[in-house]
Nanobody
Framework: QVQLVESGGGLVQAGGSLRLSCAAS????????MGWYRQTPGKQRELVAT???????YYADSVKGRFTISRDNAKKTVILQMNSLKPEDTAVYYC???????????????WGKGTLVTVSS
């Protein structure tokens, strides 16, 4: 059983900063990719930033230069530092990871429950 637990959401004024954290727990052999998506009502979930399976990083154009993704492999944690926040960044942010379980060979995809980020103008 794998859990992704997010923390760090909240209310912030435009121009402010928030730091989201996602910790993976369970019988994990390897994390291939791990990152953040976001979703607003009536819209599809969109990729915000992620560490790819190749070890690189990806950022959506809308957050480049403002958001930074980092990780602590030992703690199986990914951090999203969000600066210069805009009202359009308001969304539920979800952690997502491709994880290989112990005693397994194939990766499975997992989602956290989400954390709400609200940016007021």
């Amino acid at each position: 059983q794998v859990q992704l637990v997010e923390s760090g959401g909240g209310l912030v004024q435009a121009g402010g900063s928030l730091r989201l954290s996602c910790a993976a727990s369970g019988s994990i052999s390897k994390i291939n990719a791990m990152g953040w998506y976001r979703q607003t009502p009536g819209k599809q979930r969109e990729l915000v930033a992620t560490f790819t399976s190749g070890g690189g990083t990806y950022y959506a154009d809308s957050v480049k230069g403002r958001f930074t993704i980092s990780r602590d492999n030992a703690k199986k944690t990914v951090i999203l530092q969000m600066n210069s926040l805009k009202p359009e960044d308001t969304a539920v942010y979800y952690c997502n990871a491709d994880i290989v379980l112990s005693m397994s060979y194939n990766a499975m995809n997992y989602w956290g429950k989400g954390t709400l980020v609200t940016v007021s103008s």
